[in-house]
């Protein structure tokens, strides 16, 4: 199955165009959106333009995503969120965490991240995607090149259950693909560093990941 991953749309128009042109382009099963999908301010244009797209959608909010945007999905057929369920798609199974840390940004969605890890530990299995915001601390996650702005509770959650997958973004500047021991991490923020990923995944050998490069 062919999964295209974007993170970090934020409503922006030339975004949300070069995912129309790589989903005509590549003709994915599932567009998976890991977050700060939208505006504050007008979630409703972003999420029609995306169930035009005529795939499904599966998502999860990011910490500049509206705390109601679910409930929003209601009209829109082809989306749905992942949020603490574990969705089953062409033989995948995709489970999902909205949110990100409060630190070290603002965020208008945080982690609890006790009760969450202790949830979400109970849908994983070595075959599961996890789709998160924030990437696991460590992975993908540094900022100005500097400093680590992951999530640790990804990160513990990781090493415990040791999914196949996990799709994230939040860190713009470091798209790209790294592993934590049988884990395949694929930071998929749009923007300077890049353009989302492919990801070709059959449930059970290891996830083969291109990444799209951003536009010029």
Known sequence: ML?????????????????RREVAIHRPDVLVLAG???????????????????????????????????????PFARLRSVHLRRARFNGLEIVGI????????HSRLGFRETELVAR?????????????HPPPYGIRDRVLGRFHAGSRAVRRLVNRCSPALVVCGHI????????????????????RSGGGALI?????????????????
């Open 172 to 191: 713009h500047e470091q798209a790209g693909v790294e592993t934590i021991g049988p884990t395949t991490v694929v930071n998929c923020a749009m923007g």
């Open 200 to 216: 070709r995944y059959d449930g059970q050998s290891t996830p083969a990941c291109t990444m799209l490069p951003p536009d010029r």
């Open 98 to 105: 909205d949110g990100t840390l409060p630190l070290p940004f």
């Open 3 to 19: 999964i295209y991953a974007v993170a970090d749309l934020h409503g922006r128009f030339q975004r949300m165009q070069r995912v």
């Open 36 to 74: 700060d999908i939208s505006t504050p301010w007008q979630p409703a244009a972003m999420l029609d333009t995306l169930n035009c797209l005529n795939l499904p959608v599966l998502l999860v909010r990011g910490n500049s995503d509206r705390r109601d945007l679910v409930p929003r999905l209601r």
């Open 120 to 132: 979400v530990s109970g849908m994983l299995r070595p075959h599961s995607v996890l789709v998160v």
